[in-house]
């Protein structure tokens, strides 16, 4: 049996493509390379049983060529989708980033497994898609009104509105993962590698987007990848629908600059914004409600600050000396 991963030359993507390799898989990875890199996947193991293919996953047509010739070699058990723009102020800036990157891919996804008859879909979706319901109230997956703020977080929950409608007819399973922010390696954005790079450029200072009170929930890009295969292994119904992350408040941006600053240029000065947000569309404060991959079985080791704090480590390591 072999998977297919949509967006599998990006920084999760190419990590699972990594897991379904060391099991045995044969795997097919369709990526147009628009923020994923091919060294991502040059640097896997196992690289006989991976066939990458670059192009446009928003084209119907090509997803539908593409994956009905590899289904006829190697017979697809299922589809994981996390492919999207994951530049949020890209796509604010320009709505038609997201629907094309984030929504067309899945519907073109969608498309192509219906005529093939695959019924299995893993599907990255985000917290971006709760809006913005403040620091106090846990995010269930059952937490409405669900008001995204961002043309991301708009166009993933009208995905899973896609995949919902297509279990009712002809989807035999999916499973709808919200992550929280991911970091690690090998990082192709997010805070900490925009902290790095900037203090590689100036190593006096950091400017920081936002006045540093942000809060998230952070979670290691490996404790996900675990996460979503135990998910995946263990949850049974016909949508299966699970936040995935830390069980704790988040940490602050002001918290992830000075650990940053700390491992990468001691003594640099940190500057903040004045707003309480980094950007347009950025939730400032959320919490996540992670009770309901507990009850499955699945609990995160590190908490947010950790997870931070090794992926600083790992993104300094990537980036090289300043
Ligand atoms: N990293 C996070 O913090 C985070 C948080 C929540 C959700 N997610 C979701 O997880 C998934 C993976 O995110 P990531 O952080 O690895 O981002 P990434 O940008 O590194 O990976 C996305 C991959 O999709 C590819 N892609 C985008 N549009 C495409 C298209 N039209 N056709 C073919 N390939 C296309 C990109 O080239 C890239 O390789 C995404 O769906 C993202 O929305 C990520």
């Known amino acids: 049996m072999s998977t297919i991963i949509i967006g599998g030359a990006g920084f999760i993507g190419s990590k699972l493509t990594r897991c379904f390799l060391e099991q045995g898989q044969h795997v097919l990875v369709i990526d147009n390379l628009c ?12 690289r006989q049983q991976l066939t990458f293919i670059q192009a446009d996953a928003s084209d119907a047509q090509a997803v539908l060529k593409i994956c009905a010739e590899y289904h006829t070699r190697f017979p697809v058990a299922a589809v994981w989708h996390m492919a999207a723009n994951s530049d949020i102020p890209a796509g604010i800036a320009d709505a038609s980033v997201d629907l094309r990157d984030t929504f067309m891919t899945t519907y ?55 995949i919902s409608a297509a ?16 970091v690690g390696v090998p990082a192709t954005h997010g805070v900490i590698l925009d902290f790095v790079r900037k203090l590689k450029a100036a190593p006096g200072r950091l400017d920081v987007l936002g006045n540093g009170t942000q809060q998230k929930a952070y979670l290691h890009a490996d404790e996900l990848v675990e996460a979503m295969l135990f998910i995946a292994d263990n949850a049974k119904e016909r949508i299966n629908l699970y936040n995935i992350g830390p069980d704790d408040a988040g940490c602050r941006v002001a918290d992830i600059a000075a650990a940053v600053v700390e491992r990468v240029s001691p003594g640099a000065k940190i500057l903040f914004g004045r707003e309480g947000r980094g950007w347009v569309g950025d939730v400032p404060k959320f919490r996540y409600c992670v009770d309901k991959a507990a009850k499955l079985g699945w609990k995160p080791r590190f908490s947010s600050l950790e997870a931070v704090r090794r992926a600083i480590d790992e993104i300094a390591h990537q980036e090289g000396p300043l």
């Open 35 to 46: 923020r994923g890199r091919r060294e991502f996947l040059d640097a896997l193991p196992c």
């Open 108 to 162: 073109a996804v969608l498309e192509a497994m219906k005529k093939l008859g695959l019924k299995k879909l893993a599907f990255a979706s985000s917290s971006a898609v709760y809006g913005d319901h403040g620091p106090d109230v846990p995010l269930r997956e059952d937490s409405g009104p669900f008001l995204p703020i961002s043309n991301y977080g708009a166009m993933k929950l009208a995905s899973e509105a896609l």
């Open 167 to 182: 279990a009712e007819s002809w989807l035999d399973q999916a499973w709808i993962f919200r992550f929280p922010n991911v």
